[in-house]
């Protein structure tokens, strides 16, 4: 049971132009979520996160919108860069007391083109 | 700083072998994950370690166990390898709390032939 999906397997943008990424979930329970960034032979980096109180967080280039009824995330990356072509993959965290897990999507795999 | 270290990067084991992977986490965090990524699954959680306690548990069979020492570093052991379990393994550490931020280290590649 896959309670994170990334629907998108791949994405290609060209440099310059918007790239939104998505993501569904479907436990309710979920309070936070988090944007990785994972390049090859490497661990995943932190990218962004939001709380599940707001509907909105902006880093630089980077925005992540949280639609909670729709159980549903993106992250936008304006303008795209040809440096942001990696695996992205968006969590979920459930908490049980101070402990956690974070729950990962599959990735989707973002190409920025020249 | 120092990142989160792992070894060994890469390891090759055959079926029905035992393995032992290692992580030291960054300077300060006391709390140490491990996650599974194959292709397909993305990354599934395995369990976490704070105090030298298990903390929380993923849904993976009783061969895949961990440990935490004083120190913070911890152990992850596969027993009895099966072919499925060919995989990268991933260390992350956080600090303790509310702070949902893991670092990850770069993970150990795993293949069972």
């Known amino acids: 049971d896959q309670q994170v999906k990334q629907n998108s397997p791949s994405l290609s943008v060209q440099e ?9 979930y479907t436990n309710s329970m979920f309070d936070y979520f988090l944007w990785y960034k994972k390049y090859p032979a490497e661990g995943p980096t932190f ?3 939001i709380s599940s109180i707001k509907d909105k967080n902006e880093d630089g280039r980077f925005t992540v919108f949280l639609n909670k009824s729709a159980k549903h995330l993106s992250l936008h ?5 040809p440096g942001d072509s990696a695996v992205y993959f968006c969590a979920a965290s459930l908490k049980t007391g101070t402990a956690s897990k974070l729950t990962f999507g599959t990735g989707t795999r973002l190409q920025v083109t020249l | 700083k120092a990142g989160v270290t792992q070894t060994p990067r890469y390891l090759i084991k055959t079926r029905g072998q035992q393995v032992t992977l290692s992580c030291s986490p960054i300077s300060g965090h006391r709390s140490v994950s491990w996650y599974q990524q194959t292709p397909g699954q993305g990354l ?7 105090s030298e306690t298990q903390r929380n548990k993923g849904n993976f069979p009783g061969r895949f166990s961990g440990r935490q020492f004083s120190n913070s570093r911890s152990e992850m052991n596969v027993s009895t390898l099966e072919l499925g379990d060919s995989a990268l393994y991933l260390c992350a550490s956080r600090r303790w709390g509310r702070d949902e931020k893991l670092f ?10």
Do not use: A, K
């Not at chain 2, 599934?44 to 704070?50: I, P, T």
């Open chain 2, 104 to 113: 990850f280290g770069s993970g150990t590649q795993l293949s069972v032939l």
């Open chain 1, 47 to 49: 990218l962004i996160s």
């Open chain 2, 44 to 50: 599934q959680f395995l369990f976490e370690y704070f």
């Open chain 1, 77 to 81: 990356i304006v303008p795209s860069q």
């Open chain 1, 16 to 24: 310059g132009r918007i790239s939104i990424l998505n993501c569904d």
